[in-house]
């Protein structure tokens, strides 16, 4: 770690700087510097949250094999494990930040809660499982914290005690106790997190390409995916390639390269489906995959399998592992992006209309919000198709924010006494 | 499509080989009159070929079997076309509903012409197959704007279009049409992309260059995917042998129209191909009383069903699911 | 081949030899057998009038068994994919049992579709060359390519390497190749069965792409459960006990909990996404639940079954997740019993009956199986268990003289 810790840490702190800032810019102009608008509603700010939902997953299902079903393999790296859920937990809410036209008055989602929106719920689950992570980190540095304490800059090591080798066995037994306990609370959470955003858009109906039960699976699937291939990354910063980590890489490599391969079938399986009957507004939008954005769809499935085989086939190469990891968060990453295109770009108040001896149903035009063009040339204010392309403000927020939440999350493993 | 042609034809040419080699001459003649027990099957007919595989030759040899088999199982005499459909022509069906009146008439005369099963006097399992059915559906509840009860919702009442689930399919009051409904029939829609045809195991049912859809009843093998497949509820199987009395049997049929079916396939509404082929409407059609029913080539711009489809507010149904019906609703 | 033909008589030799409770299970068996093909005849004699099917629910107890009996082929990859992948050695002396129920199972639900067409005669249309098959379009002939492909695979696998014990030979190395074939052919049985009805948009209810994944989990939750079955019912009265280790069983006892489990979180899945958006989708599924009302009449055949069945796979999960009640043989046969019997009621009547109620254009009919029908069903399971049991005897007869000692 040394000094090329220093490097990323001055790298992703300078981004994080710029994503501040181009938090401030958009706060003072509104989300018209965004390139949403009303035809689409939602880019890459929610892209960005689903994603991170998903990659807070790894963490507890980690931890929880350890301690549900007993897979000793994993327990070296369960810290970083669950640190990871703790950072993208809280990633995920300050994701959605951004996207809220008045983040003032975010607290009333609280003061005037609506139980049946599942916004609401997804806060809900997310706080606790974020909340439930880092009780868990902390229940099991516990004993390592009293024997080595936290470090923080500048102010020195703090809550280092004094303790004999009696009191840290029972330490870590009562640390061993209580993780077990918490380990079932938590699991059930772990699952609902990817359920519940799920469900968010699932339940949609007036949007045929989230709608259906099928996308609370996949989503898991893709948090399968991202979850163990994030913690693969994080334990090689903190732990580096390590004999007899090899069979923890190994068994997360597996798990990872094994989910991405079932959420690729349910996602064909969902395709096929779709194009079959060959008509109606299921079938629009998987084209509006096919053609529209054939590039983003080539990219996540071509990541997909290319870090499939990667990790199948190289689990026990420290570049391997790198780049398997990588490829797979790439190909979710676009795997979520592409879930907003086919949705708004198929308007849903589509009006069936019999004209000139053609019977055709005829999308209504939404206002784009927006007065475009100059008066010579004039751009139309209504379509019925928006060119999503997320903004350089979105771009530069979505990356500070990425660089923020990179920063904190190194701090802390330097911070706290995750090594052994 | 020339090689597609071309691969057919080499199918069709090996099959004629195996035909030839189990069917022989007219020294197997006995032989392939042997009939199956228990299913009641002719070996000829066991092996005969695909309607649209058939030359000139063998569908004349086929039909004279099949009327044959109607003299031996029926007692009468018919004649069994197979009219090719006419050029340039794709049959359309429009249907008024704000006059149609609910009586039925439509359904019966379709039976009559169709010869469909009757309910049988001895063997009450044996019931009538219609291939139209008439649903009613409170008049409030498909037309906006009228007065009257409705919709209820908590700030009033709302006019919706029409929900086929709140249709009644077996109304039988006194007089039809009661005031506060309307009437809806529904057959086939013959959809210009069926999902019936596309289901289909064998490709026993498919769409004819006039755009009706038509089963090959000698080719079906009653899976009943098709019943599934159909969206109109059009499609109705053959449970058991049907009943008809010798009277009651039109004899002016088509192969692939009405003739009567065996048990255990599929069959459907053709438009009345044996008619439509020669220049005559459906027997719905002329049964209709207030003249709700309108029929004709929507290939031609001067057409009654054209004129109708450019002014009257029509629609289709479950337009949603893109099958691309060519029976179009509409009203004044 | 004079060896092949040897092998052949010296197994039918084995099949039909046993002690008097072997001959009284065949000869029960042989009784459903008799009943079902009477009625079978019967039917063909009358038609499918004799069944309850209609014009209204126009596939019943017969396409139920069919999708169900698919999922349950499912036991044999779950097996052969730990032994020959993973190398998992406790499950090399039950991978015969694996890949011969997959072979009944398979006859049962392809002897459920001759039962179901109408024309049985004619059944070659659906074959090349003899007949039309609509390929690519039909995922009917798609499904009959894959099952008969499945099954003549699980024939292939175990009957060659009998063959090779008998011969006291060595199995060659490309049976392998047929052996890694047979797992994603496992999965596409599945799938295109699903398929079949996954694509009609006509049945909303049908109409998601949730379907094949809910079969892959269904079936991967009652194939090992029937598995296990089998396993506690040849340990507890055959001689081959010793054989079946208990850390087998324990791994397929897990493997159809997780199973179970997934299985359940997607109906979850399923429900909640229908019900919370009271789409045109809920209505077969209330139908299935709650019944339907029309005209003052509520129409629930359906509701107890519906909820009977879920109520058996949440107590078979209930059961295997405490490790006392899982390794206690007597509450895992309860637990995989409830599990096969929950899944068969959820799978068989739960799934293809409400896709028909009400009809496209919104009648509500009720169907129940005739008698008749109900007897035909039972008459393909006899047949399948028969063979079953023909096969195991002659399996494990040959592979016991070759490998154990005498007992």
């Known amino acids: 770690m040394g000094r090329k810790y220093d490097i990323a840490m001055v790298i992703f702190g300078l981004l994080g700087l710029l994503g501040i800032a181009a938090f401030i810019y958009q706060l003072q102009k509104g989300l018209i510097v965004t390139n949403m608008r009303n035809p689409f509603s939602w880019g890459l700010y929610i892209s960005m949250w689903a994603f991170y939902v998903g990659t807070a997953a790894g963490g507890l299902v980690v931890s929880s094999a350890i301690n549900i079903f007993g897979v000793k393999q994993l327990k070296p790296i369960a810290p970083v494990a669950s640190l990871s859920a703790f950072i993208f937990a809280i990633s995920a809410m300050l994701m959605a930040l951004p996207d809220i036209g008045r983040p003032d008055r975010l607290l009333n989602l609280f003061q005037y809660p609506n139980p049946s929106s599942l916004i609401l719920w997804d806060f809900v689950v997310l706080s606790v499982y974020a909340i439930l992570s880092a009780v868990y980190t902390y229940v099991q540095l516990q004993p390592r914290i009293a024997e080595r304490g936290i470090s923080i800059p500048l102010i020195g090591t703090v809550m280092k005690k004094e303790v004999t080798a009696a009191q840290l066995e029972e330490l870590r037994r009562v640390s061993e106790r209580r993780a077990k306990l918490l380990a079932p609370v938590a699991l059930p959470f772990a699952i609902l997190i990817h359920t519940v955003t799920a469900w968010v858009l699932a339940t949609q109906f007036s949007r045929p390409w989230w709608y259906g039960g099928l996308l609370a699976p996949t989503f898991i699937a893709a948090a399968l995916t991202a979850g163990p291939a994030v913690v693969i990354l994080a334990s090689l910063a903190i732990y580096g390639f390590k004999e007899d980590l090899k069979p923890t890489y190994r068994l997360l490599a597996k798990v990872s390269a094994f989910s991405a391969a079932v959420l690729l079938f349910m996602y064909y399986n969902d395709f096929l489906v779709r194009q079959w009957w060959g008509n109606g507004r299921e079938y629009d939008a998987l084209m509006l995959v096919l053609k529209d954005n054939l590039h983003i769809h080539a990219i996540e499935v071509s990541f997909l399998l290319a870090g499939i085989i990667v990790l199948a086939k190289k689990y026990d190469t420290f570049s391997g592992l790198v780049t398997g990891s990588l490829l797979l968060n790439i190909g979710i990453l676009a795997h979520r992006y592409i879930l907003f295109p086919p949705a708004y770009n198929l308007i849903p108040f589509r009006v069936p209309v019999v004209m000139a001896g053609e019977s055709f149903e005829w999308e209504y035009p939404i206002a784009l919000g927006e007065v475009r063009g100059t008066l010579l040339d004039p751009q139309p204010i209504f379509v019925s198709y928006w060119n999503y392309v997320p903004s350089a403000v979105e771009v530069a927020i979505t990356v500070g924010f990425f660089g923020l939440i990179t920063f904190a999350f190194l701090a802390l493993m330097k911070a706290l006494p995750v090594r052994e | 499509m020339d090689r597609k042609k071309e691969a057919q034809d080499k199918d069709m040419g090996r099959r004629d080989f195996i035909k030839k080699v189990a069917v022989g001459s007219a020294v197997t003649a006995p032989l392939m009159n042997f009939q199956i027990p228990i299913v009641r099957v002719s070996l000829d007919e066991l092996l005969q070929k695909h309607f649209k595989e058939m030359s000139e030759e063998e569908k004349k040899r086929v039909i004279e079997r099949l009327e044959k088999e109607h003299r031996e199982r029926y007692g009468v005499d018919v004649k069994i076309k197979t009219t090719e459909p006419l050029k340039g022509v794709v049959w359309g069906y429009a249907l008024n509903i704000k006059r149609c009146i609910g009586c039925r008439r439509c359904v019966y005369a379709c039976v009559k012409e169709n010869n469909q099963s009757r309910a049988s006097p001895e063997d009450p399992t044996v019931g009538e197959i219609h291939w139209i059915r008439v649903v009613e559906i409170e008049k409030a509840k498909i037309e906006p704007g009228t007065e009257g009860t409705d919709f209820r919702t908590k700030f009033g009442d709302v006019k919706v279009g029409i929900s086929l689930e709140e249709g009644e399919h077996y109304y039988d009051p006194e007089k039809v049409p009661e005031k506060e409904y309307i009437y809806i029939p529904i057959q086939c829609q013959q959809c210009e992309k069926p999902p019936c045809v596309k289901v289909c195991p064998t490709k026993a049912t498919w769409k004819e260059p006039d755009g009706v859809i038509v089963v090959d009843y000698n080719w079906c093998i009653g899976c009943r995917y098709c019943m599934a497949a159909c969206p109109y509820w059009a499609r109705r199987f053959n449970w058991t042998w049907p009943y008809l009395p010798k009277d009651e049997i039109n004899p002016d049929m088509h192969y692939l129209g009405n003739r009567i079916r065996y048990r255990g396939v599929v069959e459907k509404c053709t438009f009345c191909i044996q008619r439509t082929r020669e220049g005559r409407y459906p027997a719905c059609l002329e049964a209709c009383p207030v003249g709700a029913r309108k029929f004709g080539n929507l290939l031609d711009p001067e057409s009654e069903i054209r004129k109708i489809i450019d002014e009257k507010r029509v629609f289709r149904l479950k337009e949603e699911l893109g099958t691309e019906p060519k029976f179009f609703y509409y009203m004044d | ?407």
């Open chain 3, 1 to 407: 081949m004079r060896n092949f033909v040897q092998f052949i008589l010296y197994s039918l030799r084995i099949a039909l030899s046993g002690n008097s409770k072997y001959y009284a299970w065949l000869a029960s068996l042989l009784v459903l057998v008799i009943f079902g093909t009477y009625s079978y005849l019967y039917q063909l004699q009358n038609g499918l009038i004799i069944t309850g099917m209609r014009d209204q629910v126009s596939w019943g107890l017969y396409i139920s068994n069919f999708t169900f009996f698919v999922g349950v082929a499912a036991s044999a990859v779950l097996i052969v994919v730990p032994l020959y992948v993973y190398n998992y050695r406790e499950f090399e002396y039950i991978v015969t049992f694996g890949e011969f129920l997959a072979v009944s199972a398979l006859i049962i639900a392809l002897t459920n579709v001759l039962a179901d067409v109408g024309r049985v005669d004619r059944l070659f249309h659906m074959f090349p060359i003899i007949g039309t098959p609509n390929w690519p379009d039909s995922m009917l002939t798609w499904d009959i390519i894959v099952l008969n492909g499945y099954l003549l695979l699980n024939l292939l696998i175990p009957g060659y390497k009998l063959y090779k014990k008998y011969m006291n030979q060595e199995p060659s190395n490309w049976i392998r190749y047929f052996i890694l074939l047979s797992i994603p052919w496992a999965i596409s049985i599945h799938t295109v069965t699903a398929f079949i009805y996954a694509g009609l948009s006509a049945r909303p209810y049908w109409n998601t792409a949730l379907m094949a994944p809910r079969f892959i989990a269904s079936a991967f939750t009652s194939g090992p459960a029937m598995m296990i079955l089998v396993l506690l019912i040849i340990r507890r009265y055959t001689f081959y006990r010793k054989y079946i280790s208990d850390k087998a069983i324990s791994t397929l006892t897990q493997i159809t909990l997780i199973a179970m489990i997934i299985n359940l979180f997607l109906l979850l899945s399923e429900i909640y996404t229908v019900f919370y958006s009271a789409t045109v989708h809920q209505i077969s599924l209330k139908y299935l639940f709650f019944g339907l009302e029309h005209d003052g009449k509520l129409y629930a055949a359906l509701t107890p079954i519906a909820w009977i069945s879920v109520l058996m796979q949440v107590t078979s999960v209930g059961l295997l997740l405490p490790k006392r009640t899982r390794q206690n043989f007597k509450a895992l046969a309860l637990a995989c019993a409830l599990n096969f019997g929950g899944v068969w009621l959820e799978k068989g009547m739960g799934l293809i009956v409400p896709g028909f109620v009400p009809t496209p254009i919104g009648e509500i009919w009720e169907y129940m199986p005739s008698f008749m029908e109900a007897v035909i069903v039972l008459g393909t399971i006899g047949w399948g268990l028969l063979v079953y049991t023909l096969m195991l005897k002659v399996a494990k007869t040959i592979e016991g003289k070759q490998n154990l000692p005498e007992e």
